[in-house]
């Protein structure tokens, strides 16, 4: 059975940093393709980074580029997303997911339960 458990979420100050971490039990993270999505105001999970099993190659959101990284521990079994430079509007839950198209984050399926992040001063 695939299942994802997400960790690592909290509360944090502007301009501070969070490591997400999404753990797979039940098969090998590296045969697929990994995403975080989060969920907005209006209830819809919008795909903000994603990995590719295939090539390592990787998908960010506008919204995020150049302040997360996605990255992927074959050993551990775990995919990760550093979050540095937080801002309010980084304020979601965040989901993993196994998606089907890595390139544009499109696709989810077999999520996780999520965990909330919270920036606030």
């Known amino acids: 059975q695939v299942q994802l458990v997400e960790s690592g979420g909290g509360l944090v100050q502007p301009g501070g940093s969070l490591r997400l971490s999404c753990a797979a039990s039940?098969?090998?993270?590296?045969?697929?393709?990994i995403g975080w999505f989060r969920q907005d105001p209006e209830k819809e999970h919008k795909g903000i980074s994603c990995?590719?099993?295939?090539?390592?190659?990787?998908y960010y959101a506008d919204s995020v580029k150049g302040r997360f990284t996605i990255s992927r521990d074959d050993a551990k079994n775990t995919v990760y997303l550093q979050m540095n430079s937080l801002k309010p509007e980084d304020t979601a839950v965040y989901y993993c997911?196994?998606?089907?198209?890595?390139?544009?984050?499109?696709?989810?399926?077999?999520w996780g339960q999520g965990t909330q992040v919270t920036v606030s001063s």
């Open positions: 039940g098969f090998p993270l590296y045969d697929y393709n």
């Open positions: 997911a196994t998606v089907a198209h890595a390139d544009y984050c499109l696709g989810p399926h077999s």
């Open positions: 990995i590719s099993s295939s090539t390592g190659s990787t």
